[in-house]
């Protein structure tokens, strides 16, 4: 049934995504800690280094036995999106097992055991490849999602089924760049928010003062950088893209119902789908027509504007997806941007209120980074690919819905102990702490 | 080029079970041989180092065959739907198993993993030898029923068993008499290979016995073999006719019955030639297996709907094309990297100079 189907992905992505979310982010964090030991040989960035990397190496395990079943899932449950499409989409996930994996996993078994044996500059190096072949799985994965938003370089057969006609699109395509760059700039949010929110647990709890102050700094530095660049112009970029080629779900996630020459930006309301209104609404005049098109009085397309079957299936809930995502981004480019002040005035170590609202905010960077792909996926319906493939054509034919709410059902259930399992090993890593990790 | 999509694919799948096989049988031995703590964590180990970078190679197959044989993807993911979930479940069993136990000293702990580790490696093997049994002995492709399918010609759905366990009625179930058995050869054979790897790999004090036990095993998988083969001969005559028309595919059985023969000298042989041997036992029993098929890739057990093989199950000449030359690239970095972790993590694990880093 399509919505077993569709709650299992939707699930299973879900958790999936709060691991490599981390490792992208991290990875570079970790590069960043192992330079800085090679430029200065001070111990404490080596250490640093190693540290991240424990937690690196916990996320990584979860990201891989959570990622296969996504990989899977094409199969089992979307055979029919699998059989139409699949000579395209299998291309760059295919490429992402066969160029990503192999060496993110090689190098992090390196990294890990190999510190004495490669010595310092490979071991460096090591640390490298492992940043780039997280990178790399990110520009596949995006690649793949692309062409579902906008497919390019192909063609459809008689049988229905979809063939690629120029590889080369499926990288030029005009919506992966953006989309990568917006994605990979909110992981290094994600794992920077998580680097600074130990460093302020470390501080306020008096422990391994030193790397709480290291953590910390470098935290709000790379969490203030990745925080703007998510909004602009990486966000940006995005929101333009859905105006051209998807303008349906663009009115839908701004909660535009009408269409308006100078269009409001909504600030807060809640969908109203029977009145086709905003109960409650604060917006502010003409700003959604001036980011939009760089002009005050600019005419955009609400939801009026487009057949029933054309607008996203679950408006209310593509609303809210970007609503908090676009809110929390704001508030987190707001406390880092405070934090950096009180760094450069060297008061940070002392702000116990800014230290205890920096311990908590790493998680609204997961959930912010979650919400940006719920508006992606969401936004996408009724459609598989954009336009062409209607999701509720792509499930598997001959799996009954018993069999998935069993599956379904099994996977709430070990995601749920797994998760449990995830945080008592990554609170014994943080509470073993950097400074007493070799021993 | 499906024909060479086919030998990559099938190149990454023996891969896997090689290399993740060991694994699975590492844990196989664990559950059943290692009682002292000491070996426990060493063997434990010598699968925890490496599980994670071999698995990968299951991911690369999975994202090969969807890119190059879709079709074939689609029926056999949706049709072999609560196997293949079920696996799912198991390979993460495993690797937390594989994960956690060091983490914490109680006995409790350390036992519930070595459990999940063991019992989720055996039944992992067991099913993966139950896949290739359905794999040989065909679906109910288009389930028909009286002469009507009830989809279209390719897809199917196989309940895990039937009531009659049998392998020779139209509606066949994933588990049956005949595909028990080549889960039994999968077991031995894994468990086999995860022997020989334990003894090549560390110092743990059940190594000698691990070398009788590897012959024991080779002994039993020789009469599995041949037993399994004879009642297969008897339920479908033609199973081996392929190896008649192409007289050089023999060269596939031959290295097989090659490995089996050189494992009954386990105690005399050298490490690296034990590994070796139950490596090319795998490779030559999957190979036997596919090429007494080819180019069939699943057999239809009605005949109305055609079996589903390499050429009718593939995708356009162009996008194979493209992918076989980044494959090509691809295939390159994947040796450079396997040599250079073969160069830094050879020999014994317990003799290995972590700096300080191991958990």
Redesign the interface.
């Known amino acids: 049934m399509l919505f077993y189907d569709r709650l299992q992905f939707a699930f299973t992505i879900t958790f999936h995504y709060l691991f490599p979310q981390l490792t992208m982010g991290l990875s570079l964090i970790i590069v960043y800690f192992k330079w800085k030991y090679l430029k200065t040989k001070i111990e404490k960035y080596n250490n640093a280094a ?1 540290f991240w990397m ?1 937690i690196f190496a ?1 996320n ?2 979860m990201g ?6 996504m ?2 899932q ?4 979307w ?2 999106f ?10 760059t ?7 990503s ?3 993110e ?6 990294f ?7 010595g310092q500059k490979l071991h460096f190096m090591a640390a490298f490849f492992v940043f780039l072949g997280s990178w790399l799985s990110g520009v596949f994965i995006l690649a793949t999602n692309a062409w579902m938003q906008h497919p390019v370089g192909f063609e459809i057969l008689d049988n229905g ?1 979809y ?3 120029h ?1 080369g699109e499926l990288f030029s395509n005009p919506w992966l760049i953006p989309a990568f760059l917006h994605n990979q700039m909110a992981s290094i949010v994600t794992s920077s928010f998580v680097v600074a929110s130990v460093g302020a647990f470390y501080l306020l709890t008096k422990k391994d003062v030193e790397y709480g102050k290291l953590f910390l700094k470098t935290g709000v530095v790379f969490g203030f950088i990745s925080a703007v660049l998510v909004a602009f112009p990486t966000g940006d970029w995005n929101a333009k893209n859905m105006v051209k080629y998807q303008p349906a779900s663009f009115a839908a996630m701004e909660g535009l119902f009408k269409t308006e020459d100078g269009a409001e930006i909504v600030l807060i309301g809640q969908p109203n789908m029977v009145e086709k209104k905003l109960d409650n609404k604060i917006a502010v005049p003409n700003i959604l027509s001036f980011l939009t098109y760089n002009n005050w009085d600019a005419k955009i397309k609400g939801m009026d504007a487009f057949k029933e079957d054309q607008l996203p299936t679950n408006i209310p809930m593509l609303y809210y997806s970007y609503h908090i995502m676009v809110g929390l981004g704001t508030i987190f480019i707001a406390i880092m941007a405070f934090a950096i002040y009180y760094l450069y005035r060297k008061k940070l170590w002392s702000k116990k209120g800014i230290l205890w609202v920096i311990m908590f905010l790493a998680p609204f960077a997961y959930i912010a980074n979650l919400l940006g792909w719920y508006v992606a996926e969401l936004g996408r319906q009724p459609y598989l690919v954009y336009g062409l493939l209607k999701t509720a054509d792509g499930i ?5 819905s018993g ?1 998935t709410l ?2 379904l059902l ?1 996977f709430m259930g ?1 995601y749920f102990l ?1 998760g449990f ?1 995830f945080l008592i ?1 990554v609170g ?1 890593t943080i509470k073993i702490g950097p400074e007493n990790q ?2 | 080029m499906e024909l060479y999509w086919y030998l990559i694919i099938v190149f990454f799948l023996a891969m896997f079970f090689i290399l993740d096989g060991y694994n699975f049988g590492v844990g196989i031995i664990h559950l059943f041989m290692a009682k002292k703590e000491n070996d426990k964590v060493v063997v434990a180990k010598s699968a925890g ?2 599980w ?2 071999n ?2 190679w ?7 065959l ?3 044989f ?2 074939l ?7 072999f ?2 196997p ?2 079920i696996v ?2 198991l ?2 069993f495993r ?2 198993g594989l ?2 136990r060091d ?1 914490f000293k109680y006995q409790m702990w350390k036992d519930i993993w070595d459990v999940s580790f063991g019992v989720s490696s055996l039944l992992l093997a067991l099913f993966f030898g139950i896949a290739l049994g359905n794999v040989v002995r065909g679906v109910n492709l288009g ?1 028909v029923v009286d002469g009507v399918s009830k ?2 010609p ?4 196989l309940p895990l068993w039937n009531d009659s366990f049998s392998p020779i009625v139209q509606s066949v179930g994933v588990i049956d008499w005949f595909t028990i058995i080549i889960g039994l050869i999968s077991v031995v054979t894994l468990a086999m290979h995860g022997a020989a790897w334990i003894i090549l790999k560390t110092n743990s004090s059940i190594n000698e016995k691990l070398k009788n036990t590897v012959l024991k095993l080779d002994i039993i998988l020789i009469i599995l073999t041949v037993f399994s083969v004879i009642v297969w001969l008897i339920v479908n005559p033609n199973a081996l006719d392929n190896f008649g028309n192409k007289l050089y595919l023999i060269i596939l059985p031959l290295v097989y019955f090659t490995g089996l023969i050189g494992l009954l000298f386990s105690k005399k042989i050298t490490d690296k030639q034990r590994i070796l041997f139950t490596t090319i036992v795998i490779f030559g029993g999957i190979a036997s297996t596919l090429a007494s098929m080819f180019p069939v890739v699943l057999p239809s057990t009605n005949n109305i709907n055609p079996s589903l093989t390499i050429y009718n199950t593939a ?2 000449e ?2 194979l094309s ?2 076989s030359i ?2 090509i690239i ?2 390159i ?2 040796v450079v ?2 040599i ?2 073969k160069r ?2 050879g020999g014994k694990i317990d003799d ?8």
């Open positions: 190693k424990k916990i990584f395990t891989v036995v959570t990622g296969i079943p990989e899977f094409f199969g089992t449950n055979a029919k699998s059989e139409l499409t699949g000579s395209i989409i299998g291309q996930l295919a490429m992402e097992g066969a160029f994996f192999f060496l996993s090689s190098f992090l078994v390196l890990i055991f190999g510190e004495k044996l490669l089924r063939v690629l006609t590889f598997s034919p001959t799996v009954s069999n069993f599956t099994g070990l797994l399992l090993l014994k070799n021993h | 180092l490496f994670d970078a698995e990968v299951l991911v690369a197959a999975g994202g090969m969807f890119m190059a879709p079709i993807y689609a029926s056999a993911f949706s049709g739907y609560l293949l979930i799912l479940w390979i993460i690797a937390i994960e956690l983490h389930e989809h279209e390719h897809y199917f759905f995708a356009t162009y996008g493209v992918a980044w494959a691809a295939i970095l994947i990297y396997a250079a972790q830094f993590l290995m100079d972590y700096g300080g880093d191991a958990h």
